[in-house]
């Protein structure tokens, strides 16, 4: 079992930053393959930003160059850093972490203000 909870979110203009970040509690978080997603009501779910229990990040198109995920396995944490921010970034934010079974936390609103 992996409890995740999310914290940084909030209000911020365009162009502004923010660094979510996602705090795992459990067994063996360091296997787990760690993504963000993002959902604006109304709306499916979009995938944002994995990092392998390796390391290895890969992105959605549209955050390219402008957010950043990484982990920490010594505090079992992971962060999506993003920058320039963009009114089409605002949503709720969700950490997901995969690996035997899978986990959802339960976001963290990110609103950009234009």
């Known amino acids: 079992q992996v409890q995740l909870v999310e914290s940084g979110g909030g209000l911020v203009q365009a162009g502004g930053s923010l660094r979510l970040s996602c705090a795992a509690s459990?067994?063996?978080?360091?296997?787990?393959?760690m993504d963000w997603y993002r959902q604006v009501p109304g709306k499916q779910r979009e995938w944002v930003a994995t990092?392998?229990?390796?390391?290895?990040?890969n992105y959605v198109d549209s955050v390219k160059g402008r957010f950043t995920v990484s982990r920490d396995n010594a505090i079992n944490t992971v962060y999506l850093q993003m920058n320039s921010l963009k009114p089409e970034d605002t949503a709720v934010y969700y950490c997901?972490?995969?690996?035997?079974?899978?986990?959802w936390g339960q976001g963290t609103q990110v609103t950009v203000s234009s």
């Open positions: 459990g067994s063996f978080v360091e296997f787990y393959t």
């Open positions: 990092i392998t229990s390796g390391g290895l990040p």
């Open positions: 997901r972490a995969t690996w035997v079974s899978q986990y």
